[in-house]
């Protein structure tokens, strides 16, 4: 049985830290790029980072570059989403997915998900 578990939300004031995790079970990780979303109330859910299966490749959302950092540990089968001078605007439930490429077809995973709050 495939999981992602997300981990590491919770709430905190305008310009301080979080760090996410995603740690998945079931799956060769190794074989996977992850991207995280995320999802605020009435919006749609957009990608704001993703990282190559060897983690050569690292791209991020432009309101997040420079303030998110993204990781992996395969030996962990863990991803990490380090996430620095947090504003209101990033309070949103955050995802992990999981992709590889099966016979030209994808597979992906999601997490369930952890709630970020900016507030003061």
């Known amino acids: 049985q495939v999981q992602l578990v997300e981990s590491g939300g919770g709430l905190v004031q305008p310009g301080g830290s979080l760090r996410l995790s995603c740690t998945a079970s079931?799956?060769?990780?190794?074989?996977?790029?992850v991207g995280w979303y995320r999802q605020a109330p009435g919006t749609q859910r957009e990608r704001v980072a993703g990282i190559s299966s060897d983690g050569s490749t690292i791209r991020y959302e432009d309101s997040v570059k420079g303030r998110f950092t993204v990781s992996r540990d395969n030996a962990k089968n863990t991803v990490y989403l380090q996430m620095n001078s947090l504003k209101p605007e990033d309070t949103a439930v955050y995802y992990c997915?999981?992709?590889?490429?099966?016979?030209?077809?994808?597979?992906?995973?999601w997490g369930q998900g952890t709630q970020v709050t900016v507030s003061s």
């Open positions: 997915n999981a992709a590889t490429a099966v016979d030209g077809s994808v597979e992906d995973y």
């Open positions: 079931g799956i060769i990780f190794s074989t996977y790029a």
